[in-house]
């Protein structure tokens, strides 16, 4: 098979991965190399100076031993088969960045003969291209679940970041739709990674030309929809692998059906992009906020509101703590104000040292209004004249995207006869009670 046919392939295969990202590591050229590294981010991102950064995102090989449901390179799926060798695939991403195509690489595989047979060969592959093309971009590589820990350490200190998919959020879920795979097999990777990391850190302070180990850390991938699993699974699950494996991001990908089961979705169904949105939503809530998954979610509200955001979802449900002073509030407190953002909030504070603070000044300082004014006072009185009513804090509290997404109601003809609104009336509809 030619070369740019296998490209063809390997690169549709390798779509369905959404866990790439900026690279988190800052690393100049290198005298007698090419390529660098730049913090600002890869894999059709931008830089600070305003550049697109892409990646070659390709698989080694789309054979795999295993049988996954949800997966169209699965072992009995009946579709077209390759694979590069490691000297094509370095000889590939070399050309492709002296032509200004690409600054990095994205590589993942299917599993093929065995986890060690196929990290052997993605080590293969990168040692090529950092020892023999002197090649110091970004490189993402997938670790292997179920590869020997000498060959992950090895692969570790080829790759700027790693990432061990966990595709399902729960055992039961593996179970059915992932025979091969468990949950131990896909963790025990996701620890040694961060052990390394956390020594690596040390032997950097100790010895300053110390190899260094997966320098942008790691992440990792969850399906969503896939399986009956709800947001409250989703999110604790999110929130456990930051704290126990220091992960960088975790991305979320709403199952779009490509095969026929009894096990999955069925194949008109779509994919559930709300959905992921709003986890991506919530998980910016924990990462920054400081928000715990046990506030956003619980057991009798386990799936966000597709109506409106996490935050704003919170804070309807929380109006006893509202509103707020925002020239007397704690930092913490401004944070989880819908409308204020972590850099706004922490303009409000330097800002309010020198005076206090109006409506006008919040705007300025780039404070959504549009929704804040809902929460907040300013020298202890709220915006002036502002009415509340479902239909206006609606529109207020609903993003543009989140509207798009949302199915299309029929208008309804308004009475001149219904009652007036009150306030409990209000925060139910913008819940979801109404």
Same mark, same amino acid.
Request: with cysteine; charged share 20%.
């Given at each position: 098979?030619?070369?740019?046919?296998?490209?063809?392939?390997?690169?549709?295969?390798?779509?369905? $991965?959404a866990?790439?990202?900026?690279?988190?590591?800052?690393?100049?050229?290198?005298?007698?190399?090419?390529?660098?590294?730049?913090?600002?981010?890869?894999?059709?991102?931008?830089?600070?100076?305003?550049?697109?950064?892409s990646?070659?995102?390709?698989?080694?090989?789309?054979s795999?031993i295993?049988?996954?449901?949800?997966?169209?390179?699965?072992?009995?799926?009946?579709?077209?088969?390759?694979?590069?060798?490691?000297?094509?695939?370095?000889?590939?991403?070399?050309?492709?960045?002296?032509?200004?195509?690409?600054?990095?690489?994205?590589?993942?595989?299917?599993?093929?003969?065995?986890?060690?047979?196929?990290?052997?060969?993605?080590?293969?592959?990168?040692?090529? &291209?950092?020892?023999?093309?002197h090649?110091?971009?970004?490189?993402?590589?997938?670790?292997?679940?179920?590869?020997?820990?000498?060959?992950?350490?090895?692969?570790?200190?080829?790759? $700027?970041?790693?990432?061990?998919?966990?595709?399902?959020?729960?055992?039961?879920?593996? !179970?059915?739709?992932?025979?091969?795979?468990?949950?131990?097999a896909?963790?025990? @990777?996701?620890?040694?990674i961060?052990?390394k990391?956390?020594?690596?850190?040390?032997?950097?302070?100790?010895?300053?030309?110390?190899?260094?180990?997966?320098?942008?850390?790691?992440?990792?991938?969850?399906?969503?929809?896939?399986?009956? $699993?709800?947001?409250?699974?989703?999110?604790?699950?999110?929130?456990?692998?930051?704290?126990?494996?220091?992960?960088?991001?975790?991305?979320?990908?709403?199952?779009?059906?490509? !095969?026929s $089961?009894?096990?999955?979705?069925?194949?008109?169904?779509?994919? @559930?992009?709300?959905?992921?949105?709003?986890?991506?939503?919530?998980?910016?809530?924990?990462?920054?906020?400081?928000?715990?998954?046990?506030?956003?979610?619980?057991?009798?509200?386990?799936?966000?509101?597709?109506?409106?955001?996490?935050?704003?979802?919170?804070?309807?449900?929380?109006?006893?703590?509202?509103?707020?002073?925002?020239?007397?509030?704690?930092?913490?407190?401004?944070?989880?104000? @819908?409308?204020?953002?972590?850099?706004?909030?922490?303009?409000?504070?330097?800002?309010r040292?020198?005076?206090?603070?109006?409506?006008?000044?919040?705007?300025?300082?780039?404070?959504?209004?549009?929704?804040?004014?809902?929460?907040?006072?300013?020298?202890?009185? &709220?915006?002036?004249? &502002?009415?509340?009513?479902?239909?206006?804090?609606?529109?207020?509290?609903?993003?543009?995207?989140?509207?798009?997404?949302?199915?299309?109601?029929?208008?309804?003809?308004?009475?001149?006869?219904? @009652?007036?609104?009150?306030?409990?009336?209000?925060?139910?509809?913008?819940?979801? !009670?109404?």
């Open positions: 098979m030619e070369l740019l046919d296998k490209l063809a392939i390997l690169a549709d295969a390798a779509k369905y $991965d866990a790439c990202t900026s690279s988190g590591v800052d690393r100049a050229g290198q005298k007698g190399g090419i390529g660098s590294a730049v913090s600002a981010g890869l894999c059709h991102s931008f830089a600070a100076d305003g550049r697109c950064i990646l070659l995102k390709v698989l080694f090989t789309n795999c295993y049988d996954c449901k949800y997966c169209v390179n699965r072992r009995s799926n009946d579709t077209r088969r390759t694979a590069f060798t490691p000297r094509e695939l370095a000889e590939l991403t070399i050309q492709f960045y002296r032509r200004n195509y690409i600054e990095g690489l994205f590589l993942s595989s299917g599993i093929v003969k065995s986890p060690d047979y196929t990290c052997e060969q993605l080590i293969k592959t990168l040692t090529l &291209l950092r020892e023999e093309y090649f110091f971009g970004y490189i993402h590589v997938k670790a292997i679940p179920g590869a020997d820990d000498s060959l992950i350490q090895r692969l570790g200190l080829l790759a $700027d970041r790693m990432s061990v998919n966990i595709e399902l959020p729960s055992q039961q879920g593996l !179970q059915l739709l992932a025979p091969d795979k468990s949950k131990l896909i963790l025990h @990777p996701m620890g040694l961060q052990r990391v956390n020594e690596n850190s040390t032997d950097l302070v100790r010895y300053r030309h110390a190899p260094k180990f997966a320098p942008a850390g790691q992440s990792t991938q969850m399906i969503v929809g896939a399986t009956p $699993d709800s947001d409250y699974q989703i999110l604790n699950l999110t929130q456990s692998l930051y704290r126990r494996f220091g992960l960088k991001r975790v991305f979320f990908s709403a199952y779009t059906p490509v !095969q $089961d009894a096990l999955l979705p069925a194949l008109d169904t779509k994919p @559930p992009l709300l959905r992921e949105h709003r986890l991506y939503q919530a998980d910016w809530l924990l990462r920054f906020y400081g928000f715990d998954a046990s506030e956003l979610l619980d057991e009798r509200h386990p799936n966000f509101n597709p109506v409106v955001d996490p935050k704003c979802n919170w804070a309807l449900n929380h109006m006893e703590q509202f509103p707020v002073e925002v020239n007397t509030a704690a930092y913490e407190m401004l944070l989880r104000v @819908p409308g204020i953002g972590v850099k706004s909030a922490q303009r409000i504070v330097t800002a040292r020198s005076g206090s603070l109006d409506f006008a000044g919040l705007k300025k300082i780039g404070v959504v209004l549009k929704r804040a004014q809902y929460f907040v006072t300013c020298r202890g009185k &709220l915006v002036e004249g &502002l009415k509340i009513t479902p239909d206006g804090a609606m529109r207020a509290l609903i993003s543009e995207r989140s509207a798009a997404m949302l199915p299309q109601n029929q208008a309804e003809q308004l009475s001149l006869f219904d @009652p007036p609104p009150t306030r409990e009336d209000v925060v139910k509809c913008l819940t979801g !009670q109404l």
